[in-house]
Each structure stands twice: as C-alpha cells, then as structure tokens.
C-alpha cells in the first residue's frame, strides 16, 4: 500500500505527539507492507501552519533511515479549504510536489462555495483530492457527481468499510472513489493496526479494485501521473434512491459521532 493521507508527523498537528509515536507508527505500518506514506498534516489557517513541518520531516526521514525501516516518507498537506487560504498556497505542500493537493471542506458552509474553492484549485493547475468523502453526508450525491466531472478525485478512509452509508458504498463500487487511505493520527485508536479493514474491503470490491486504490493511483499521484476519471454511465438511476436514505445516515452519524 501507498498511504498517501496520514498524520504521523510527530509536532505539528492533532496527529503523532512526538518522534517516538511517528517511529511506532511507521512500524506497524511496515508490518502491514505499507511501502510509502505521505505526512500530509493539516493545513488549518489560524491552527496548524506548517510551523516546524520542514525541520520535523527532516528529523523523522533521518531517523526511518537509522532504523532501517523500509518506508518512503513524502511531503504533503491536508488543506481545509475556507477563508483566504488561496493567499497562503505558497506554505502549502502539494503531495510529493505534484499538482496533486490533499484537501478537506469545512462543515456549514453551502455547496457553491464547496464548488467553487475547488474549481478555483483546479484553475490554478491543481489537482484535488478530497479527503475522506464519507465525512461530508450534507452533500448529495448529484454534488459528488459534479465534483467528480470537474475533476475532483475522491479519497475515503479505510476503516469506513465498517460504517458505510448507502452514498459511500455507491460512491465506492461503482468507481467514484479513486483513492483509499488510512487517515492515521496515532498509537491508541487511529493506528495502523487496519488489516481486517482490507480484508473486508477486499470482499467487497475485489483484489484487483483494491490494488488500484491502494497501490496505482496512489503511486500515480507520487509519480504526478494523471488519474483518468472516467464518465460513469447509469448514475442517474441511483440519485433518488441514494439521496433519500442519506439524510436518515446523516442524522444517525451526527447522533453517533457529533460530526459531519
């Protein structure tokens, strides 16, 4: 696996707290045969600035190759999307320095504004990947549809293969999803012990889906190689049936997770 969304960069943000917890971190995940991980920490305007990112990853890269742990750490931010944050792209880390850039929307704001931060990334030559879309229930699956033919590449966390919705799993199945990461943040619960999660995800979608969105398009996105998205005939058919059961699984998550 490729993970191109974690946060072990220990120090500058809510991910790993210090060097050790990265260290452990990158162990588990070289168990899993996890071969690379981009340390894509938030990019919060008013939060977490990258303060400390380039002097950490230094620090972290020298120690993984003391360790001889057999793992490529790369660049990269998860960028909250709000506010005046096309003044700050400059401290921005795109992923691996491609036109790829991790991204993140802010919960209340409307649609067109969603729409419009994204269509103005990709007028400036990049290219989005938005972050784990099972997170985001307030946006219908017509939007999603828009975003995809934009040019949006939808990224979902693994362990969402536990609570999937109707709208993920068919955003997930039937090819919008293009990337699978971890999202990890730390030893206690959001670690890299994920290997009933593939398991799972491999009976759903196959080992040969699965490849794709663990190995090849992330390994694209390194490599700063175009993902083909391609227009995905009958989807029209699901929108009504899709939309009418997301807003029962919205108020289910909000109750359950107190969060988008």
């Known amino acids: ?26 162990r588990q995940a070289e168990k899993l045969g996890i071969t690379d991980i981009v340390c894509s ?35 990269g931010n998860e960028v909250a999307l709000f506010g005046n944050v096309f003044s700050r792209l400059g401290e921005v880390n795109t992923i691996n320095n491609s036109k790829y850039v991790l991204v993140e929307l802010k919960r209340g704001l409307i649609f067109s504004l969603y729409k419009e931060f994204l269509q103005k990334l990709i007028d400036l030559g990049y290219k989005p990947v938005l972050a784990h879309i099972e997170r985001y229930p307030f946006i219908k699956f017509r939007e999603f549809k828009e975003l995809y033919n934009m040019g949006v590449i939808f ?20 090819g919008y999803v293009k990337i699978i990461a971890s999202d990890v943040h730390n030893i206690e619960v959001r670690n890299y012990e994920l290997s009933s999660y593939f398991d799972k995800l491999k009976k759903l979608i196959g080992e040969d889906r699965l490849k794709e969105l663990t190995y090849e398009n992330p390994k694209k996105i390194l490599n700063n190689e175009d993902i083909i ?11 009504t049936k899709i939309n009418s059961s997301s807003g029962l699984f919205k108020s289910i998550w909000n109750k359950l997770f107190g969060r988008a």
């Not at 917890?21 to 990158?26: A, F, G, M």
């Not at 890269?61 to 003391?66: F, I, N, P, Q, T």
């Open 155 to 174: 990224q979902m966390n693994i362990k969402t293969v536990e609570i999937l919705t109707p709208k993920t799993e068919y955003l997930l199945t039937e």
């Open 1 to 26: 696996m490729i993970d191109i969304h974690s946060h072990i960069l220990f120090g500058v943000d809510d991910g790993a707290k210090n060097i050790e917890e990265s260290i452990t971190l990158l």
């Open 229 to 239: 998205l391609v227009e995905i005939e009958g989807a029209n058919d699901e929108v």
């Open 41 to 75: 920490s938030h990019y919060y305007m008013g939060r977490y600035e990258n303060k400390d990112y380039n002097k950490n990853f230094e620090i972290l890269r020298d120690e993984v190759k003391k360790q001889g742990i057999k793992i490529k750490i790369y660049k």
